[in-house]
């Protein structure tokens, strides 16, 4: 039972890169999350999705896009990326009445 | 504005002693409320919940006290174990909504 997959683990990006985080969930959940953690700081959420074709922003949306084709797959991506966006990316899935399980993360360096 | 606050950044506790971590809110919208557990290099993990109905759950070793006038809550873990070691965050969620506030974290480790 895979849960919550998530890739790269690790990436460095050069100021103004562009690159997609892929996270995918075998849990036929419909609600997903992007949230990243920066050091000494809780989980940010970035953007949500309640369903496949339905998106909303979280906190922290600016710089990031998402989309949602499938249930199973909810890719982050950064376009234009930034020494700000240097952080841990985490993606969480859940269902109606039960927590969120999170991917193992992905760290994003940008330099 | 930060409306999930864990104001301890860390705690050590002796091994087989009470672990209390504590966390305060500002939106009185919020009425769900969850700690998840987080080791290094991976991601957080479930740890237990509490809807504002309560004012105490328990699963185990571990229980959660809310105080809805206080807008405070907190976890206790006893006995407190050296496999307990780790990030607490607690988080919060309005009704309706699908989102959860995580706070800061606290960093717990377990002295053996």
């Known amino acids: 039972n895979a849960g919550v997959t998530q890739t790269p683990k690790f990436r460095i990006l050069k100021i103004g890169q562009s690159m997609t985080l892929q996270c995918t969930q075998d849990m036929n959940h419909n609600y997903m999350y992007w949230y990243r953690q920066d050091p000494g700081m809780g989980l940010k959420l970035i953007y949500y999705?309640?369903?496949?074709?339905?998106?909303d922003k979280g906190e922290v949306p600016n710089g990031y896009n998402v989309s949602r084709s499938t249930t199973e797959d909810f890719p982050l991506r950064l376009e234009l990326a930034a020494p700000s966006q240097t952080s841990v990316y985490f993606c969480?899935?859940?269902?109606?009445?039960?927590?969120?399980?999170f991917g193992p993360g992905t760290r994003l360096l940008v330099l | 504005d930060q409306q999930v606050k864990q104001n301890s950044p860390s705690l050590s506790v002796q091994e087989g002693r009470i672990s209390i971590l504590n966390c305060d809110y500002t939106n009185s919208m919020f009425d769900y409320f969850l700690w998840y557990k987080k080791y290094p290099a991976e991601g957080p993990t479930f740890l237990i919940s509490?809807?504002?109905?309560?004012d105490k759950n328990e699963d185990g070793r571990f229980t959660v006290f809310l105080n809805k006038s206080a807008k405070h809550l907190s976890l206790h873990i006893v006995p407190s174990q050296p496999g307990d070691s780790a990030v607490y965050f607690c988080a919060a969620s309005e009704g309706g909504t699908y989102k959860y506030i995580f706070g800061t974290g606290t960093r717990l480790k377990v002295l053996a």
């Open positions: 999705s309640v369903g496949a074709g339905i998106t």
């Open positions: 969480a899935s859940r269902e109606i009445g039960e927590t969120q399980y």
């Open positions: 509490i809807s504002s109905i309560k």
